[in-house]
């Protein structure tokens, strides 16, 4: 570059401060919080320590809510693989004129509220709710049944919530493809399950794996489709830490439990780039 | 179009099936919406636009939307003012602390939004930011700052940087070469980035959760601590309200800027 | 030695341990057509971006009409720039684009349209002067490049592998009427190229380069008939190899002895011969001095490449289009050929 460039260190300033006043000191700082204590009476006390984080070992009912957390966010993201890999793959081979058509309608409601997305779901889970209203008018015997408020409740409105992001992800990588490729493996005898097993599959990984650890991460930290559908009793870490912060108001505790989420979510996302993608891209040449 | 490209009669109940599952929420509050009861049922036995109407009668609903196109229309604007120069200096520099930078830039997306709002809460109140619309702003640029930069980085990407210098070369300085050459060329990455980060701006629950006062509710908030306390059809009119109003923006948006390009930052479907 | 208008002084450039171009020193005289010639990864795309200003020499000066120009930034040069990918504003019209430097200067409104008009002109697109880019044909979007280069009156005119995106007809029109527009405009212009035959058509004078090194400048012709080394012998044109060992103004390889050039009469011991596939002539078995077997041939129109396989290896043979038979493959064959088109390599 020639002298005399505008700086970069000018470009950079104005995202950095942004950054740095609303999410670096603001984390660093609930590291610090997590460190301290708390009395309902006195607030919070000037003492550093890790107790807290003692605490929630020993607590069963964190145990529990961080198992859950993860039990949840596995199937949501096994589900999601399962249903929406195939989907990107259907819509990719439709038509020119439906594809589009189709694509918006699957990945379109991205773009509403999950607040308003959940609550659909509310209308259809409820013990009065449609899902249950048609099961007693089909005559199913037990009906109706206990959905909201349990794991299959959640479970089932994270799906929704996450797979146009797998939808999305695969598609991105499809669109990458060279066309030609399907074609090559028709003429040397491949049928439509092999053309997908063998050819394209191995080619949309990394859209997969991508797309897997996205929804993986989201589901494990999502608020919102678990308090709405879990209820109060079905406790997930981040209806936990919500808790402490605006029911509770232990703070520290509150900050533990973030900390601990965080922490628990960058390791994933570690430990899967570092043995899962990157094997699977080698195969691919690296990239 | 050749034989196996088609799907077969099992792919088209697949999808059927997929797209029933992915509409069925959204269509069930539209139905609410229109019921004429006074608690959540379907309009077959009686559809009225009364919930509709209800709206208008709820000031802090109709408070809470303006407050969200506000927070919406503010965060997304100045968000691409941070995002471009930034983009600019991660495309076109190679400068120490590079890496460091595109990764913080980006990072809001890993980061759970609980945890964002745990600590934004904590840090703002010790300014009396904390319920505060800048505080609300500033958390919002956060969030919606590395969908930004994903789309003007992706149109830069597409931009031959050759272009530029051959502006250079004709005589034109920095400035001229930014304001007659780059910013025009990556408009439409910018004009996507922009109303990508006012959608997810106006959706955005969690980390407006904490940092909400009855002043400044976002809509989905508002939503939020209403269906906690008690879900009447008035939750569903709004919330259709709500997807009539993204359907709109998504069919007009679609005719320019397909919608895998504007969610991927995807250069070509 | 010709008056410097453009001096490239030990100019070198290096990226932390990578050098990309060491020690070149060239001398252009106004209005000449110089040509950069290398492989990929030479150093010339690096050297073109020194004169234009977009890199910073590492080492060396260059001067332009006797002023340095390491302070001036590259809007400041006056350099007209025609890339591979022509870099157009996809934004503008054709005249728009060739507009926009004189917009850049200042030039009045009225001066500029007639300026832009007769630039267009002189590449021939005044019917496309409100085409966008995108809807016109490569050699179009070629000429507007040019026009856009032109149109600022530029000092030195600076062409980065022009031609190499258009189809093989196109890209011979193009050379023709490029060069008739550099004699016209009489404009100093430096082109860089890895295809020798464009070199060669259009340069006053070819600078080849390899791994950053300028190897040889010379006149094209004087560069391909007296090559500096192996290397711009191969890389402006086939040339076949003979190991041979020489005393006394003959040669010797294979078994056969046969005469050395005057100007190679002084050479003795081992020596590497190099000679052009057009200066082999294929005779009868036992007319030529080296006898082989016709390996494979190939009908390039105007010409057959013959491939004979001899004592001394491969030797490559085009010879004319006469019209007449070829001769067939696996025929026994001798090679003959005049002393003088023999020349000597330097030791490696």
Same mark, same amino acid.
């Given at each position: 570059?020639?002298a005399?460039?505008?700086?970069p ?19 660093a ?11 309902f009476?006195?607030?919070?006390l000037?003492?550093?320590d890790?107790?807290?984080?003692a605490d ?8 529990e ?7 949840i ?17 259907i819509?990719?081979?439709?038509s ?36 249950n209203? %048609? ?5 199913v015997?037990?009906a ?10 959640v ?10 992001l797998?939808?999305?992800?695969v ?9 030609s ?39 494990a ?33 509150? %900050? ?7 922490? %628990? ?15 699977a ?7 | ?20 599952f ?30 509709w109407?209800?709206i ?18 503010t965060?997304?604007?100045?968000s ?16 120490r ?21 745990v600590?934004l ?14 505080g /609300? ?7 919606i ?8 980085s992706?149109?830069l ?14 005589g034109a300085?920095? /400035? ?9 060329l ?13 959608? !997810?701006?106006?959706?955005? /629950? ?27 059809? /008035?939750?569903?009119?709004?919330s ?5 109003? !993204? !359907?709109?923006?998504?069919?007009v ?13 995807e250069s070509?479907? | ?10 100019? +070198?450039? $290096? ?14 005289? $106004?209005g ?14 690096? #050297? ?14 260059i ?17 007209? *720039? ?8 996809? =934004? ?17 409104? +009225? ?6 008009a007769?630039?267009?002109d002189?590449v021939? *697109?005044? =019917? @496309? ?6 809807n ?10 040019l026009?856009?280069? @032109? ?5 030195? *005119?600076?062409?980065d592998e ?18 008739e @527009? ?6 100093? #212009?430096?082109?860089? #190229?890895?295809d020798?035959?464009?070199?060669? +058509? ?22 391909y008939?007296?090559?500096?080394d ?5 890389f402006?044109?086939r ?39 057009e ?32 004592a ?17 493959e ?5 090679l003959?050929?005049?002393p =003088?088109? *023999?020349?000597?390599?330097?030791? +490696?």
């Amino acid at each position: 570059m020639s002298a005399g460039r505008t700086s970069p260190a000018l470009l950079a300033a104005p995202s950095g401060v942004v950054y740095l006043v609303a999410l670096v000191v603001p984390l660093a700082s609930v590291l610090v919080l997590s460190l301290q204590g708390f009395e309902f009476s006195r607030g919070i006390l000037p003492r550093y320590d890790l107790a807290n984080y003692a605490d929630l070992f020993t607590d069963p009912l964190f145990e529990e809510a961080l198992a859950r957390t993860f039990r949840i966010a596995l199937v949501t993201t096994v589900i999601c693989l399962a249903i929406g890999v195939p989907e990107a793959w259907i819509i990719r081979r439709m038509s020119p004129r439906w594809r589009g058509l189709m694509l918006l309608l699957v990945v379109g409601p991205l773009l509403v509220s999950v607040v308003v997305r959940t609550f659909g779901w509310m209308v259809l889970l409820g013990t009065n709710g449609l899902i249950n209203g %048609a099961l007693v008018a089909l005559g199913v015997p037990d009906a109706p049944f206990r959905m909201m408020f349990t794991e299959f409740a959640v479970v089932l409105g994270l799906v929704h919530v996450m797979v146009p992001l797998v939808v999305l992800a695969v598609w991105a990588s499809l669109g990458r493809l060279d066309p030609s490729l399907s074609l090559a493996a028709e003429s040397l005898g491949a049928g439509r399950l092999t053309i997908f097993r063998r050819v394209i599959l191995p080619n949309i990984m990394p859209g997969v794996l991508g797309g897997a650890l996205m929804v993986f991460c989201l589901s494990a930290s999502a608020f919102a489709t678990p308090a709405m559908l879990g209820g109060r009793r079905l406790k997930v870490v981040s209806s936990m830490a919500y808790n402490e912060f605006l029911n509770t108001l232990n703070w520290p505790l509150g %900050a533990a439990i973030a900390t601990l989420l965080l922490a %628990a979510i960058l390791a994933a996302t570690l430990l899967w780039t570092r043995f899962v993608e990157r094997r699977a891209l080698r195969r691919l040449g690296g990239a | 179009m050749n034989r196996r490209d088609r799907n077969g009669a099992l792919a088209l109940v697949f999808h059927l099936f997929f797209a029933a599952f992915i509409l069925a929420p959204l269509v069930v509050v539209v139905l609410v919406s229109f019921t004429d009861k006074g608690y959540l049922a379907m309009p077959f036995d009686g559809a009225s636009f009364r919930w509709w109407a209800a709206i208008a009668d709820n000031p802090q609903f109709v408070e809470s939307l303006w407050v969200s196109l506000g927070l919406g229309l503010t965060s997304a604007t100045l968000s691409a003012a941070i995002a471009v120069p930034a983009a600019l200096a991660i495309a076109r520099h190679r400068f120490r602390g590079r890496d460091v930078l595109a990764a913080m830039l980006v990072s809001p997306l890993m980061i759970p939004h609980v945890v964002l709002g745990v600590a934004l809460l904590r840090f703002f109140s010790g300014f009396g930011l904390a319920g505060s619309f800048p505080g /609300l702003v500033a958390a919002h640029l956060v969030v919606i700052t590395p969908y930004m930069l994903r789309l003007v980085s992706a149109g830069l990407m597409g931009l031959d940087p050759r272009v530029e210098r051959a502006a250079e070369s004709l005589g034109a300085d920095r /400035l001229t070469v930014f304001r007659r050459i780059t910013l025009p060329l990556i408009l439409p990455g910018l004009a996507g980035g922009w109303i990508l980060a006012f959608i !997810t701006s106006f959706d955005e /629950l969690t980390v407006s959760l904490f940092l909400a006062s009855p002043s400044y509710t976002p809509i989905p908030v508002r939503l939020f601590t209403h269906i906690d306390q008690m879900t009447d059809p /008035l939750v569903a009119s709004v919330s259709a309200a709500l997807i009539a109003g !993204t !359907t709109v923006l998504l069919l007009v948006l679609d005719r320019f800027y397909p919608i895998d390009r504007l969610l991927t930052g995807e250069s070509r479907a | 030695m010709r008056p410097g208008y453009l001096v490239l002084d030990g100019v +070198a450039k $290096r990226y932390g341990p990578i050098t990309a171009v060491q020690g070149v020193s060239i001398e252009v005289a $106004r209005g000449e057509f110089l040509g950069l010639l290398g492989p990929s990864g030479c150093g010339k795309t690096t #050297t073109l971006q020194m004169i234009a200003g977009f890199e910073t020499p590492s080492e060396g000066r260059i001067v332009l009409d006797g002023q340095d120009l390491a302070d001036t930034p590259p809007a400041r040069r006056g350099i007209g *720039l025609v890339f591979q990918s022509y870099a157009l504003f996809p =934004h503008m019209t054709a005249a728009e684009n060739v507009a926009f430097g004189l917009e850049m200067r200042r030039v009045p409104r +009225a001066e500029r349209a007639r300026r832009v008009a007769e630039a267009l002109d002189l590449v021939h *697109l005044s =019917h @496309l002067a409100d085409r966008f880019p995108r809807n016109m044909s490569g050699g179009q979007q070629q000429r507007v490049a040019l026009a856009r280069a @032109l149109v600022i009156e530029p000092q030195l *005119l600076l062409l980065d592998e022009p031609l190499s995106n258009l189809d093989a007809k196109l890209r011979e029109e193009m050379q023709v009427e490029l060069r008739e @527009l550099q004699r016209r405009v009489g404009v100093t #212009t430096i082109l860089v #190229t890895h295809d020798q035959q464009e070199a060669m +058509a259009l340069c006053d004078r070819v600078a080849v380069m390899q791994a950053g090194r300028v190897m040889q400048v010379d006149e094209p012709w004087r560069a391909y008939e007296v090559p500096a080394d192996g290397f711009v012998a191969d890389f402006l044109g086939r040339s076949n190899r003979l190991p041979a060992r020489a005393a006394n103004g003959m040669a010797e390889a294979a078994g056969r002895r046969f005469a050395l050039p005057p100007e190679l009469a002084g050479a003795r011991g081992e020596v590497m011969l190099t000679i052009r596939p057009e200066r082999l002539r294929i005779e009868p078995e036992d007319a030529g001095a080296l006898p082989g077997r016709v390996h494979s041939r190939v009908f390039l129109g105007a010409s057959w490449l013959y491939r004979v396989d001899t004592a001394l290896g491969p030797m490559m043979v085009t010879a004319q289009n006469t019209g007449a038979p070829p001769v067939e493959e696996g025929a026994r064959v001798s090679l003959a050929w005049d002393p =003088h088109s *023999l020349r000597q390599l330097e030791a +490696a």
